[in-house]
């Protein structure tokens, strides 16, 4: 069984390897200064805005953000798996590709889904099979027929017949009692119970799961058939029926239809998300080839992640009655955090008794993408409409109602322009400036951690009796230390993400938050991975940034050979094309001055990566140390005593702030 591709070999392949000539036989690149431009092949543009290094051996496009190195050009560009991508790479330069030899449990589980893979492969050629063959096959035809399915998109989304009866697909398949136990691990077949209610063993005591349904297959990311849907073609319950998780699939991590979409679409410029599979192959029918639908579950912030990582619009367009509406909000909270600036969110809440099936049938594909396009409600419209609903806001109660329910769902906005639009959105419609809204936010935060204090808790050990003659007189902290807020550019270490907004320069420029800022550094100065003697502080920081620092500081001080581009391999072969895309991204970020040689050709550095460095880190000191005085102050109030340790600690910091 085939293992891992070593590492040795990826890095050894990507320094061999000349990204300019890769990208240039896909993408005529023209030569500007040090670097290489050309209009981006990953959006629509008129402007080049896509640049290539040849000394960093890195492609980025500074309109939407594609980034990476001749790997991840390749599995963008041609829409290939990371091992994919790397056999194509070693082909064309004529190097044949290692693998690694498993450990005896890795090598098992592959094996095992392996042949879960080819089971369900067999499954949907069966499936296939049985609507052009069998005799009950008729019914379905005419079923898909009355519904406006041709035959061209019958095949092209695999759609098959499991024909009525018991032990269509275990006669077929399950011919041994490892095959039916294999069709049971992988939801195609269910074990028959006894009396007692204990299942039995052997392939004689399995029945088929999908019995007279058509039959509609999942597949994933790499298009190999995982799972499947069925819709009944009788009057038996459920009405749909979906396989259940199995290690081959999860149905929070997948969408019905993304395969199609991505082998229909060159660039997919919007995601249309429905809730059944009919509303998915109904809307290709009509020529709209960017449809996907959840799994029989909400819209989870995984689906968001999975979708945005393939376009950047995603239009949700579900039934308007009132689980429609549910869902919706579900999906609206559920993308919240993933908002970043150049994302968009649309709403199409369909007329009720309809849905995008039967609408489609009835307006004909060009007719639906103008309501999608005219009707189609922008998420700060959808969000404040939503949550205004019974409130009025002519009256001081209701604005207050309205502040209390958005700004809490703002506060999941992730840090950029489209957050502070959004709370001047809201600042318009409450009459309540920015300081009192986040005033509101924080309130509701801190009603939230008092709720969750007071359930009930182990009481703390009592602490060891003192001399009572060394103990300090109580100490009272000055209002003004209990009132004074965290000055802005300073975030405590486990802060969220969100919190972390860009620091304005001296210069007119910005920079990244310190621990972005750490990150960025590192990537372009890897020799400053050997300052830091232990990153285990940054790891149990509880903060991502710093986690993902600690990460890469571990990775260059035992890799200090490390280029860029080797780095950005290693990353997307370990920890897979979204962290590799976040790193990407800090590379090339603007917000990093001297990263803008990428695009300007200028060698002059025009910070002191020394001083950068050892500045962040002891901004992330000081303001840890803040937070540890805020923990002691929340102690006091809670407690209403301190040990005579933590008055001394806190007295000594508190002189040391005003010194």
């Known amino acids: 069984m085939a293992g891992k591709i070593p590492q040795h070999f990826i890095d050894d392949l990507l320094a061999r390897a000349d990204i300019v000539e890769l990208v240039d036989s896909r993408v005529k690149l023209r030569k500007t200064g040090k670097n290489y431009s050309a209009c981006c092949p990953f959006h629509d543009e008129k402007t080049p805005s896509f640049t290539v290094s040849p000394d960093k051996q890195f492609y980025y496009c500074f309109g939407c953000g594609a980034s990476g190195n001749a790997v991840g050009f390749l599995m963008e560009y041609d829409r290939l798996p990371f091992p994919e991508a790397v056999e194509k790479l070693a082909t064309s330069m004529g190097l044949e590709v290692p693998r690694e030899q498993l450990a005896p449990g890795q090598e098992r589980r592959q094996r095992e889904s392996q042949s879960l893979y080819q089971l369900t492969e067999k499954a949907a050629d069966f499936y296939r099979n049985q609507l052009r063959a069998h005799p009950a096959a008729g019914r379905a035809i005419a079923y898909l027929r ?23 697909l275990l006669n077929e398949l399950g011919d041994t009692a490892q095959n039916a136990d294999l069709l049971e691990q992988a939801g195609l077949a269910i074990r028959r119970q006894d009396s007692d209610g204990n299942t039995k063993p052997g392939s004689r005591h399995h029945y088929d799961r999908f019995r007279n349904r058509i039959m509609f297959p999942i597949r994933d990311q790499r298009g190999r058939v995982i799972a499947f849907g069925g819709r009944v073609l009788g009057d038996d319950k459920p009405k749909y029926l979906n396989s259940p998780e199995t290690p081959i699939f999860h149905k929070s991590r997948e969408l019905y239809g993304l395969w199609e979409a991505r082998q229909a679409n060159r660039t997919l410029d919007r995601l249309i998300v429905v809730e059944g599979y009919m509303d998915v192959v109904a809307l290709a029918q009509f020529g709209i080839r960017c449809a996907v639908a959840t799994l029989g579950t909400a819209c989870g912030e995984e689906h968001i992640q999975l979708a945005f990582r393939h376009t950047p619009e995603l239009v949700f367009c579900f039934d308007g009655d009132q689980a429609g509406r549910t869902a919706a909000k579900r999906a609206l909270e559920a993308a919240l955090p993933h908002m970043q600036d150049g994302r968009s969110l649309r709403f199409l809440l369909l007329p ?9 049938r009835q307006v004909g594909g060009e007719r639906f993408q103008q309501m999608i396009d005219e009707q189609g409600r922008p998420l700060e419209d959808f969000l404040f409409d939503l949550l205004g609903e019974g409130i009025n806001l002519q009256t001081m109660d209701g604005r207050a109602r309205l502040s209390k329910l958005a700004a809490p769902l703002l506060d999941l906005l992730p840090a950029g322009v489209y957050r502070q639009l959004m709370f001047q959105q809201l600042a318009a419609r409450t009459g309540l400036d920015k300081d009192t809204l986040q005033e509101v936010i924080s309130a509701e935060k801190a009603r939230a951690a008092k709720a969750q204090a007071q359930q009930p808790v182990p009481p703390p050990p009592k602490p060891q009796s003192q001399p009572q003659a060394q103990a300090p007189e109580p100490y009272a902290p000055p209002p003004e230390m209990d009132e004074m807020p965290p000055p802005a550019d300073e975030y405590p270490a486990g802060a969220p993400a969100h919190q972390a907004q860009a620091e304005p320069r001296r210069s007119g420029q910005y920079r990244l938050p310190a621990e972005r800022m750490l990150i960025a550094l590192l990537l372009h100065h890897p020799q400053l991975a050997q300052q830091i003697e232990d990153s285990a502080q940054f790891r149990a920081s509880g903060h991502p940034d710093l986690q993902l620092f600690a990460q890469l500081v571990d990775l260059l001080k035992s890799r200090p050979d490390y280029n860029l581009n080797q780095l950005l391999g290693y990353w997307r072969a370990h920890h897979g094309a979204e962290s590799c895309d976040v790193l990407a991204q800090l590379a090339a970020s603007q917000l990093v001055s001297g990263v803008r040689q990428l695009a300007q050709g200028d060698s002059k550095l025009e910070y002191d990566p020394q001083a950068e460095f050892a500045d962040c880190l002891q901004r992330l000191e000081r303001a840890a140390q803040k937070q540890r005085n805020r923990d002691l102050l929340a102690q006091l109030k809670s407690s209403g005593q301190l040990s005579p340790e933590e008055q001394l600690a806190l007295l000594a910091n508190w002189r040391q702030k005003q010194d």
Do not use: C, K, M, Y
């Open 352 to 360: 009720e008794g309809e849905d995008p099936d039967t609408l489609v």
């Open 146 to 168: 009355g519904r406006g399915l041709s035959g061209e998109i019958a095949r092209d989304f695999g759609i098959g017949l499991a024909p009525p009866g018991w032990d269509n």
